[in-house]
């Protein structure tokens, strides 16, 4: 069974910590730190460009040689507000004082220097629906291909309602062959409402070499190396995830899975 489910090593401080080299890759890392009040986080960019998404809670936050003050004003991510973010390039460092409990997500990819640091929402960004019918969610874009805040980084946060469908029709994005379909590697930081209940995500190619289906809990992480990756919600439970992606080239164009390619053109 491929390694794509990583469930949280701790209840605090640093809960997730994947590099290119633990998940088998070469671009997407995905931190995540869970805080009490006057814990402390703190890192170097080193090579990397980030985004620290604050998730829930607040923190004091430097990072750049500048002093970005408090952050963070949702203390449940099922609130649903714009999150606040903030956005670091490679050769630079931070660091995170929590003033309440607080979850920050630490989302990083390979910098070129091309972007200077700036605060990311929670201005500008608009909490918008996306599909029809049980396939209906509502996205939070924090960088996106429109959004000019990064050199690799995409990232973006999406809620499913219960009893629908996600990250669906199926579709892949793992082949660099631009403008047709890029490669992105990707990973799904997964919430769930109420916390003790489960989803359900699907990783495939189509041939099948892939396929694997995992019981996704509150807090775990799903790795996306290449094929299909649906998920759902079941009824009484609403999901919550953090996607963070990232390639050769900063572009988002997918393929559907040849089965549910009807599906994506009646509903365009």
Request: net charge negative.
């Amino acid at each position: 069974m491929a390694d794509l489910q990583r469930k949280p090593f701790g209840t605090r401080g640093k809960v997730h910590a994947i590099t290119p080299e633990s998940a088998g890759w070469r671009y997407v890392g995905f931190s995540l730190y869970r805080l009490k009040p006057g814990d402390t986080a703190a890192e170097a960019t080193g090579d990397n460009e980030v985004i620290l998404v604050m998730v829930e809670g607040k923190a004091r936050i430097t990072g750049a040689d500048q002093d970005w003050g408090e952050l963070g004003e949702r203390m449940n991510v099922f609130e649903k507000s714009p999150p606040h973010c903030l956005y670091l390039p490679n050769g630079t460092d931070w660091r995170a004082e929590a003033t309440t409990d607080c979850v920050i997500a630490v989302c990083a990819a390979p910098g070129k220097g091309g972007h200077a640091a700036r605060r990311i929402g929670p201005e500008g960004i608009t909490l918008t629906e996306r599909g029809k019918g049980t396939n209906t969610r509502h996205i939070n874009n924090i960088a996106m291909e429109n959004e000019d805040y990064c050199d690799s980084l995409l990232v973006t946060e999406v809620f499913t309602p219960a009893g629908h469908w996600s990250s669906y029709p199926s579709h892949r994005h793992d082949e660099d062959d631009f403008p047709r379909i890029t490669y992105l590697e990707e990973t799904y930081y997964h919430r769930l409402n109420p916390a003790d209940g489960f989803g359900i995500q699907r990783v495939y190619t189509d041939d099948l070499q892939l396929n694997e289906t995992m019981a996704v809990a509150d807090g775990d992480v799903v790795l996306v190396p290449r094929g299909h990756h649906p998920c759902g919600a079941p009824y009484g439970f609403e999901m919550y995830y953090l996607n963070v992606m990232a390639g050769p080239l900063r572009k988002w164009r997918f393929v559907p899975a040849p089965p549910v390619a009807w599906i994506m053109e009646r509903d365009a």
